[in-house]
């Protein structure tokens, strides 16, 4: 793949999405989600787009990336709310490998 290549998200499209799928978790498991994990494995960036080579693996934690988006949800860390996007992919990757169909 080219290095020039790039994924174009329109990000009106992207929150109905996101939109959908959360209805459909909720209206299926309920309002609240128990998620019988903690750790997962992770790879940081920019290593998670180089399929070239192998990554080193790191370990993440649900309850940090969930403290982690609570934090800015309550407007305490407005440096980090581009970022907060990796946090919300940790917490969405685990939902949809636990919710129930």
Do not use: C
Not at 12 to 24: C, D, M, N, Q, Y
Not at 39 to 44: I, K, R
Not at 67 to 72: K, Q
């Amino acid at each position: 793949m080219s290095d020039e290549w790039m994924l174009d998200i329109e990000l009106r499209e992207l929150r109905r999405a996101i939109e959908l799928i959360l209805r459909h978790i909720e209206a299926t498991n309920g309002p609240r989600l128990a998620i019988a994990a903690e750790e997962f494995w992770s790879v940081t960036a920019p290593a998670i787009y180089d399929v070239s080579t192998t990554p080193e693996l790191t370990i993440g934690q649900l309850s940090e990336s969930w403290e982690n988006l609570r934090d800015e949800r309550d407007g305490n860390d407005d440096d980090t709310i581009s970022y907060a996007a990796v946090w919300l992919g940790d917490l969405l990757k685990a939902i949809g490998h636990h919710a129930a169909p």
